[in-house]
């Protein structure tokens, strides 16, 4: 192992129950704090690859996360190393307050009392969301509930975090203070995105999927500017 | 009928059960559960013979027997239901005991009539499995209508069938979502999980979240239905009539069940 190795897959495929196969033969090494981004058109199994970072699915190759394998006696420990963000909010927040949405994740990890409103503090200041720890989750604006969202997996000191369409659905001011939140935060950042105005900002690495597997993987200055490579992969050049 | 998007309803091309018409199969289903229930208590000969027939339509399906009768549990409540009346019954006492001041007597009548209800429970959720099992659900509501089932029942059917798949969906995504944030801490020596109050807690929220985003998805899937018109009516291409064969199948099946049902009560008088 590469001594700052975050995630290592090899030769990674994964097919759904209903036959459709969604990785194929998928190889990746992401470093300790490298920004990458995960480009390419719908159904190229980028949603799915992500759920691959924390072990929702499981398909066949060799997966590392942080040193450990990924496999069933190992999901917990990855589970807090790596924090998922689903693209839609409303999936990732499913308590009634927004302190009991970024404290499930601590209580799960058995800390105390203390060290969870600590947690959910730091959390919660690090969105910039310190004084809506007492509202409803329900009620909030999308903009507000994506940066809740990013707290509740911030509140268990992930090393990864991993963001399924960070941008999707945001006004240009939340677009903007979302971005400028991820250029803030220290961890390791894998995101799936359409939005490449955000990559080009954020995410010196992108990786194009198509059809399941990779097609192309490098610097984003380099590969944004491959006009052809973006346009074959469904993507719209800026 | 399964309710795993990933794993549609056993359907195949050349299964005879399969293949047959929807109006037929709901006919004859409604029959056999009909003659099943009127067929007289403690009739065993006619109830092993309606099992009989019972486990015959399922081999002819070709669904797979484990398949059906692990879904024939589902007639467990009826049989729950039914326990009481081997004390409520009046008749030749088997054993009777005391709790506090309640006392309880079993009766030889009560039993049999607790078998009997069991068995006929049985016997009819098994052919109902059959009918949704072999038979595309869309097709079944179409041939309910075409009986003159009224529309608000198919409705409510279809309906309740579309919406089961949209709160999958929701509590797949929940628990995802609550999955993902299930991990350890790297200081290995904290007890993880949570209380049991804790997570019933939190099992008792995601349930009542589930039910609000449910409500909501299905007013917004129910506003599209109406922008495209929907009046509760399912429109189709017309069924073709049925063929001879089909009208044999029909008046043959109906036959057997008038002729077990006249058995079963010419046996018990």
Known sequence: ?238 | MSIDPFRPARHSGSKPIHNLDARLKFIIALGFILTTSLAPQGAWAVYILLFSLAFSIALLSDVGIRHIYARAALALPFILAAFPLLFTVTGVPIFSFSIGSLSLTASWQGLERFISISFKSWISVQIAVLLATTTRLPDLLFAMRNLAIPQLIVAIIGLMWRYIFLMVEEANRLLRARLSRSGVTTQNSKKYGGSLTWRAKVAGNMAGNLLIRSLERSDRVYSAMLARGYDGEIRRFKNPPLTLQDWLILIGSIAVLVILLTLGLLLNS
């Open chain 1, 1 to 238: 192992m590469i001594v700052d190795e975050a995630v290592l897959f090899e030769n990674l495929n994964f097919s759904y129950p209903d036959g459709h196969i969604a990785l194929r033969n998928v190889n990746l090494r992401i470093r300790d704090g490298e920004k990458v981004a995960l480009v390419g058109p719908n159904g190229a199994g980028k949603s799915t690859l992500l759920l691959h970072f924390n072990g929702i699915l499981m398909g066949d190759g060799r997966m590392r996360i942080y040193g450990n394998d990924l496999k069933n006696g190992n999901l917990r420990k990855i589970r807090s190393l790596v924090g998922l963000v689903f693209q839609n909010p409303d999936d990732q927040l499913f308590s009634p307050t927004v302190f009991e949405d970024v404290a499930f994740g601590p209580i799960y990890q058995g800390l105390s009392e203390d060290e969870v409103k600590k947690q959910v503090e730091q959390a919660l200041e690090s969105v910039h969301m310190k004084d809506y720890a007492q509202r409803v989750s329900y009620h909030l604006s999308i903009g507000e509930k994506k940066r809740i969202s990013i707290a509740t997996v911030l509140s268990m000191n992930p090393k990864i975090l991993v963001l399924d369409e960070p941008s999707a659905g945001l006004d240009p001011r939340s677009r903007r203070s979302l971005i400028h939140l991820l250029s803030e935060l220290p961890q390791t950042l894998i995101a799936a995105t359409h939005d490449l105005a955000l990559v080009r900002e954020l995410l010196p690495r992108t990786i194009i999927m198509n059809g399941g597997k990779i097609i192309a993987d490098g610097r984003t200055s380099d590969l944004l500017q491959n006009t052809t490579l973006l346009l074959e992969n469904g993507l719209e050049p800026l």
